[in-house]
């Protein structure tokens, strides 16, 4: 502003005089001039200064700048100056919380053998625990919650297994026609063994027995035709263990059996036969009675009905499998299952069966091998990753999966968890919280579940203890459970 102000006081052409008179008038004017510079230099100082503080259109209306002299353009309109914008800091990350609480040393215990294990907050989904979450292995008897929340899913709690008979097509002559029913009782009626209601054969013997003397026409009743055929291949899964059968844990399979095929019917834990469909065979005929002939066979197409009877429902069956781990309930499941989705009615079917009845669930089945509904087998595979995530699904009881989670162990209240060996001294402080599935075979033991912790966070969790394990393994496996109960969301990896 100052130079174009110095241009301004002389017109263009004009050259300073050193005339007296001249110089006079000239120094009036030059005083003028002058005085008019110092008010705009003030008032430009002040301008500027008002800009810096905001007040700029405020102050630019009080000062008024002096016309320029003919001639010379006019001083270009100060240009209000624009703030550089102020660089923002970058976005705060999220804090993390530190997850301080580690069970490092429970986990190093050597009687967990070769441990797999994951921890999820089941409220958010994080992980909080991990070793070998993803790797699919043996599961033992934790396959019963897969096969369970198949059973769910595709049959649904209320469905009900019949047990048949119909009228043969040789004279003298009803077959009993097995719908799957592994609990179907030869107790009396009123007793109740070891499967909570279950179907008596001396119900179906007397329906039998009253439609066919209701038909004057009819010969005596003196042949009995088993028909087993609703279940294919094999009755017994390869990878099994036969001590199993001798020792009391698992029946050969088939469509038509009495009280798991046990020696006694009150007992969990009994000797099974190698003949189910016989002795079942043999227990109903004694039934009907005047019966000589017993076979195996198939109904005629059509056959008239004579009497039937129904299995507890799927609901009754899944407590069954899951409280007292009860392997033929298992694999009656899995086979039913199997049947229903079309996969087929043999062992070879359960993989493709339960994986379908699995896939509404939404959690990833990739990597899964299911060999039998039971986990009797070492060829089964199942990450705990798979486990955790289903049981989140399971402890907010999605679908019909309520059913599961009330049929689960309870530590120290309920089923296999309540057994004299399992959470007892420091691990009775997780007594009630932990409400999770047991497995033990020769070559593992498992746990999976969902912990209450003390912090009131709900985890899922599951446990596989593999490789040269021995019976205290159990306990291990408990303490690194309520190490995770003790921790809660504080759970580190570490």
């Known amino acids: 502003m100052n130079e174009r102000m110095d241009e301004a006081s002389a017109p263009e052409g004009a050259s300073a005089s050193t005339d007296p008179a001249s110089s006079g008038l000239l120094g009036r004017v030059r005083a003028v001039l002058g005085a008019h510079r110092l008010a705009t ?3 430009a100082g002040v301008l500027g200064l ?3 503080g905001g007040g700029a259109l405020a102050v630019g209306a009080a000062v008024r700048t002096p016309p320029a002299p003919a001639g010379v353009a006019p001083a270009a309109a100060a240009s209000t ?5 102020r660089p923002s800091p970058d976005a705060v990350a999220a804090a993390v919380a530190l997850r301080t609480c580690s069970v490092a040393d429970l986990a190093a215990d050597p009687r967990l053998a070769a441990l797999q294990a994951q921890v999820v907050n089941a409220g958010t989904g994080e992980v909080l625990f991990d070793r070998g979450g993803s790797t699919p292995s043996r599961t033992a008897s934790v396959m019963k919650v897969l096969t369970s929340a198949a059973a769910l899913a595709v049959l649904g709690p209320d469905y ?5 008979v119909v009228k043969g097509a040789e004279p003298g002559t009803a077959v009993l026609v097995g719908g799957g029913d592994v609990t179907l009782s030869r107790t009396p009626s009123g007793d109740e063994g070891v499967y909570p209601g279950a179907a008596h054969l001396d119900d179906l013997a007397a329906q039998v027995r009253a439609a066919w003397d209701a038909d004057p026409s009819n010969p005596p009743l003196t042949r009995l035709v088993l028909d087993a055929s609703y279940f294919g291949g094999e009755e017994w899964q390869p990878s099994w263990n036969l001590k199993e059968r001798d020792d009391g844990y698992m029946s050969n399979i088939a469509a038509l059996m009495v009280d798991g095929d046990r020696d006694d019917p009150f007992s969990n834990t009994s000797f099974r036969s190698d003949d189910p469909v016989g002795r079942a065979g043999q227990a109903f ?3 009907l009675g005047g019966i000589g002939t017993i076979e ?24 069954k499998a899951l409280v007292v781990s009860d392997n033929t309930v298992a694999e009656m499941l899995a086979r039913l299952v199997a049947i229903e989705t079309g996969a087929g009615n043999s ?45 989140q699904k399971i402890a907010a009881r999605e679908g019909q999966l309520g059913v599961l989670l009330d049929g689960l162990p309870i530590a120290g209240e309920r089923g296999s968890l309540s057994y004299d060996d399992r959470f007892t001294g420091d691990n009775a402080v ?6 999770a599935k047991t497995g033990w075979i020769d070559t593992g033991y498992t746990l999976a579940g969902v912990i209450h912790a003390a912090d009131g966070t709900t985890l899922t969790f599951a446990i596989y203890a593999l490789g040269d394990v021995s019976d205290d393994a159990k306990q291990a496996i408990d303490t690194l459970a309520t190490g995770f109960y003790r921790c809660g969301a504080q759970l580190s990896n570490r």
């Open 41 to 43: 230099a003030i008032g």
């Open 50 to 52: 008002l800009i810096l």
């Open 81 to 85: 100056p624009t703030a550089e914008p």
């Open 160 to 164: 009900r297994v019949t047990t048949t």
């Open 285 to 287: 005929a004694d039934e």
């Open 296 to 319: 195996r066979g198939t109904a005629p197409a059509g056959a008239a009905q004579l009497g039937a009877v129904s299995s507890p429902t799927v609901a009754q069956l899944v407590d």
């Open 347 to 391: 062992f070879d079917a359960i993989n493709a069966g339960v994986l379908q009845g699995l896939a509404g669930y939404g959690v990833d089945t990739s990597g899964i091998v299911i060999v039998d509904g039971s986990g009797l087998s070492d060829d089964n595979a199942v990450p705990p990753a798979y486990l955790t995530r289903l049981f």
């Open 430 to 435: 997780a007594d009630g919280q932990v409400i």
